[in-house]
């Protein structure tokens, strides 16, 4: 069995699933709309950061992201459906690596797509102080945000893989996101740098002064991503279905 | 042709056996029943055989191959272990459409399959509106999607109305004659009856018999013969004379235990006996099975029950 027509059934599955493909458009909607609200009423900070300004509303938005995340996976563990995933795609790691796959493409440009969109949102807005930002800024920004929450879409999958559940995995996740990490996140340049949200949004800002940068934080939340697609996959491939 | 083989399976859950060193083979060209109460093994070993859950010793494997090593295992072997399998969210087509395209099954069969089992009309609709039975049409479009020569369908009968019951045995029937190897469990013993060629029964993880149907019913359940007459007392001495008793029953009719109907109606003729009815009682295989199940008691009953109501439990 190759690993086409593999994919080519996961991708299906996400497509036919209308939750997942409405979680999608969340995530653009959200993520946009925030981001415009955020530039509305932005530049008396004075901690302001124009490009995480403009691209705030993944501060909510990635919830979306997370729900894309832990849903797909977890629709196979519904009733007997990871049975019959297994039935009809018994080389399990190939079946792991088609689904994450699967996840992450859409994640990805759907990322992109909401940060060029954040980013037109914030220019139409009245404090335009994404006009500040250079061409490479922005750039680093859109393509900061696509990795990012490709990144920790699929942190939420590998996860949900693990704990072969999607509500353990959203009621670890979303707190943490929405709690733990914003009451410690501004200890900044302590370990709270070093977690898989915090590391990785210092991509979307135009400034930064902690021990990470852009690309070495994108590679820390890579690290943790990786961590919970290793533990996830360990999970499919060790236990019986 | 394939042939499921099932050697030295064992399966542990924590200390709980529940498949204990299982050795059996099914062959194509007939339907094995795989009967059992719940808890016998019967999914576990299916189970096992499709490489879901991993043995703790021995081997299951289709026509020598493990079930992991197949290339596009829906095209060899089809699978009905569960009604839930369907995502609620999913339309039925798209069930199937997913299930054909990561084993390059043509998107054509989905539609066939969908005519076979009666869904066509409501293929676009979602499962959570389906019934348990549409569901388990569903499970098993899903089972014949790749066309299979091994064919696995776990209580098939399962919500199925009268008329899906019995599209279910004239399907196990017509799958069996097309060559192909059927294995259908059922705790339902009329049921497996109507469609079984041959029996493998478990009970407690164990293999306690893998014989022809029909051998199976004759070893364990002796027939009986039907009568009516309107000279009960020319019947009753006849059949005295030869050594067999007659019990008569409210409505009038007499049952001889243990008698074949060509005995007992050469007996009755010799004797000028008037019969208004003489009918053979074969042994039905629900009887064999609680038979067999009695000789098992000690696995089957609690030691506080009297050992010859096995309740199959």
Known sequence: MTFAPVLHAEWLKIRTLRSLPGALLALFAVTTAFSALAGADGGSDPEFDPLFTALSGILPGQIAAISFGATAVSSEYHGGAFRLTLAATPRRGRWFAAKMTAIAVPALLVGLVTAVAALAAGRAGPGSAVDGLTVGEQLRGVLGCGIYLMLITLFAAGLTALLRSGVATLSVLIPFILVVSFVIGDAAGTVADFLPDKAGQIALHQTYDGTLGPWSGLTVTALWTAAALLAGGWSVRRRDA | ?313
Do not use: C
């Open chain 2, 1 to 313: 042709m394939t042939s499921i083989e099932v050697q030295a399976l064992t399966k542990e859950f924590g200390s709980r056996r529940a498949v204990d060193d299982l050795t059996f083979t099914v062959l194509p060209g007939r339907v094995t029943g795989f009967l059992g109460p719940n808890g016998a093994g019967k999914s576990t070993t299916m189970r096992l055989v499709l490489g879901l859950d991993r043995p703790t010793s021995g081997t299951a494997t289709l026509g020598g191959r493990p079930y992991a090593t197949l290339r596009e295992p829906l095209r060899h072997v089809g699978a009905l272990l569960d009604a839930g399998a369907a995502h609620g969210s999913r339309t039925a087509r798209d069930h199937l459409r997913v299930l054909a395209a990561g084993n390059r099954i043509p998107s054509a069969r989905v539609d066939e399959v969908l005519e076979e089992t009666g869904l066509a009309s409501v293929a676009r609709r979602r499962v959570k509106t389906y019934s348990l039975g549409m569901r388990q049409r569903l499970g098993i479009a899903a089972a014949l999607l790749g066309d299979p020569e091994v064919v696995m369908l776990d209580e098939p009968s399962n919500g199925l109305d009268p008329e899906g019951i019995v599209w279910v045995r004239d399907l196990t029937r017509r799958l069996a004659g097309e060559g192909r190897t059927v294995l259908v469990s059922s705790h339902l013993m009329n049921e497996t009856a109507s469609f079984a060629d041959h029996l493998v029964v478990l009970g407690r993880g164990r293999l306690l018999a893998d014989t022809p149907m029909r051998e199976f019913i004759d070893a364990r359940v002796r027939p009986s013969v039907r009568i009516r007459t309107t000279d009960a007392v020319a019947l009753t001495t006849a059949l005295a004379r030869h050594g067999h008793d007659a019990v008569q029953h409210d409505d009038g009719h007499w049952t001889v235990h243990h008698a074949r109907v060509d005995d007992i109606g050469r007996i009755a003729s010799e004797a000028h006996v008037p019969l208004l009815e003489l009918a053979a009682e074969e042994g039905t295989l629900e009887q064999a099975y609680f038979d067999l199940t009695a000789t098992e008691a000690e696995f089957t009953t609690r030691p506080t029950q009297p050992q010859h109501q096995p309740q199959g439990a």
